[in-house]
């Protein structure tokens, strides 16, 4: 570089983030030496070959709580994971793309980048965008519509043949779902037999 006053300059190139191997690390991501891409950094020491994607196959029907990585747009519903250990944590490396396979100095990085597999990633693994606060909220009204209605349930006189039964059906079916009780009807004045949803939904709660 030559100034126009003072003359010739040295040129100082401007400091770049490097990983804990002296590599420099780019926003848009650092690729490392795989059986599909020999053209990438070295792979350091221990490092595993990066799974295949149709390994990584998921049910985006699972509502469970608390909800899977694929169910979360933090990170990118499963193609962003967060590095907490291993050869690439301890280069400094903190998020990883299961698509285009780049490691990431930064998590931020990796949220914010453009992937260019990411929509073929998504087609083979089956993660699928959507609205799983909603989808839950709908499975809850249709566990409650399933519910057999009072007025449909069979009557007893006394609470000794609603035992009875309750027995008969626990001996035909023994694993059931949520404890089966019999219980007194006001409305009409006799003996039921049914689930307790209360006490499941009480019992699993303070399970969890």
């Not at 519910?147 to 035909?172: D, F, P, S």
Request: glycine share 6%; aromatic share 12%; hydrophobic share 30%.
């Amino acid at each position: 570089m030559i100034d126009q006053k003072n003359g010739p300059v040295e040129f100082t190139p401007a400091d770049m983030p490097r990983d804990n191997a002296g590599n420099i690390a780019y926003e848009h991501g650092n690729f490392f030496q795989s059986k599909e891409h020999s053209d990438g950094l070295p792979r350091p020491a221990y490092a595993r070959e990066p799974r295949s994607w149709p390994s990584m196959i998921v049910d985006p029907d699972i509502l469970s709580r608390p909800a899977p990585n694929w169910q979360h747009p933090n990170s990118r519903y499963g193609l962003i994971l967060r590095v907490h250990a291993g050869p690439f944590f301890d280069l400094g490396y903190q998020g990883h793309c299961h698509a285009c396979r780049g490691y990431f100095l930064n998590y931020e990085w990796a949220q914010d980048h453009k992937c260019h597999e990411e929509q073929a990633f998504r087609d083979i693994t089956r993660r699928e965008i959507r609205d799983y606060p909603a989808l839950r909220k709908v499975q809850k009204q249709l566990a409650a519509t399933k519910r057999k209605k009072c007025n449909k349930k069979k009557r007893y006189g006394t609470k000794i043949e609603a035992e009875a039964h309750c027995e008969r059906m626990l001996a035909r079916v023994p694993l059931q779902l949520t404890p089966m009780e019999p219980y007194f009807c006001y409305r009409h004045q006799a003996w039921h037999v049914g689930h307790n949803w209360l006490r499941y939904n009480t019992e699993r709660g303070q399970r969890w």
